[in-house]
């Protein structure tokens, strides 16, 4: 399942549901927290990640209700980034302000045709608790999401109750580097959607190319170092050519998830290109960078793609480079030596770390084997 088969969902038979009474305040109060189509964060794949184990549950979403379609800020299970709002499930959940609970989808008559029923994802249980910035107004909802009939116990809606609330208050609190909401800040929603990659729900090269220039000026303004990191997949090409390009697509996934929950909130990554992501990490001594990055390399050799098959492991190669902008050093040739960093990390037996500072700092490089 992807976003293009998500984006032609339709179906004459689907009960829509009605627009809330305050829809135009509504839509205002979503637009003005800047989130639409923005990278995917830790703090919120977390809250969704708790849900699907708390529950037991596939799939767990944080779906924002917009004009004309729903989209996810978070979403556990499936790799779509958005559905039309005319069969969105959480369309119907913000008429209310109570949970909306469906124990089986197909013995309801709002839901029994709807195409996300009756094809894939098999929607049968569903709850969905709204989403509230302010007093009925309610954007989106916290949803958990099971192909088999089920009931919801007290325990379980006091657990998402309380998940709700902290996606409100998440959803309230400004937890990116400055750069970070420089850029989204500037930025219309049609320009921020065109600087976001598909597949992982990271910035784009684009996008990342925006966001260094940015972290790069600032990191020179405070006197601060700044670490460029480059990596991508072991034998990538071998991957790909044996399982198929869809496992290979679901490894680079995997990578910006355990990526983001390694990084720091202040940290920022983009997909450089194909199986290559480019890393930024502001303020950041060259042995944190190692440590950082070497909890990332582990915790992939340590998480194989779950296959019919049998596991499938993977790893990475990572190179860094570490420089003061003041010491004359220009982006262009800093990401170059990241990139050859990343390239003796391979040479090297690959499954590697190599972080190296500009000699102005003192020559160092650190090496990680397995």
């Not at 790799?79 to 124990?103: G, K």
């Not at 190599?354 to 397995?370: G, L």
Request: aromatic share 6%.
């Amino acid at each position: 399942m992807n976003n293009k088969y998500f984006a032609e969902l339709r179906s004459q038979d689907v009960t829509e549901a009605a627009l809330p009474k305050n829809e135009t305040e509504r839509l205002k109060a979503l637009r003005a927290l800047r989130i639409l189509d923005t990278p995917i964060e830790e703090r919120f794949e977390r809250i969704t990640r708790i849900v699907c184990r708390s529950l037991n549950v596939p799939i767990s979403a944080i779906s924002l209700v917009d004009e004309e379609r729903q989209w996810f800020k978070s979403i556990q299970g499936i790799t779509a980034n958005e559905t039309p709002r005319s069969v969105a499930f959480c369309a119907h959940a913000i008429l209310q302000n109570e949970p909306l609970i469906i124990e089986d989808a197909t013995k309801d008559d709002r839901f029994c045709k709807n195409p996300l029923v009756t094809d894939a994802p098999i929607i049968r249980f569903y709850a969905g608790f709204p989403i509230s910035i302010s007093k009925d107004v309610r954007i989106g909802t916290l949803c958990a999401i099971d192909n088999k009939p089920r009931e919801i116990t007290l325990e379980q809606l006091e657990i998402m109750d309380d998940l709700r609330k902290m996606v409100e208050s998440e959803l309230k609190t400004v937890a990116l580097s400055s750069a970070h909401i420089q850029l989204i800040s500037e930025l219309a929603q049609a320009e921020r959607a065109a600087l976001i990659d598909p597949l992982t729900q990271l910035w784009n090269r684009r996008g990342g190319e925006q966001l260094l220039q940015r972290e790069w000026l600032l990191a020179k303004l405070h006197g601060h170092q700044i670490a460029l990191v480059m990596l991508d997949i072991d034998h990538f090409k071998t991957v790909n050519d044996t399982y198929g390009h869809s496992l290979g697509d679901t490894a680079i996934r995997q990578v910006a998830k355990v990526m983001i929950s390694v990084l720091r909130a202040s940290d920022a990554i983009c997909r450089w290109g194909g199986d290559e992501f480019l890393c930024i990490l502001p303020n950041c001594q060259a042995s944190n960078v190692f440590q950082i990055l070497e909890r990332a390399r582990n915790a992939i050799e340590n998480c194989p793609i779950v296959t019919p098959s049998g596991d499938i492991s993977f790893t990475l190669s990572i190179g860094a480079f570490v420089t003061h902008p003041s010491d004359n050093a220009q982006i262009e040739g800093c990401i170059k030596q990241a990139d050859a960093a990343m390239y003796e990390a391979k040479m090297n037996g690959r499954n590697q770390i190599v972080v190296k500072q500009s000699s102005i700092n003192r020559s160092e490089t650190e090496v990680c084997a397995e």
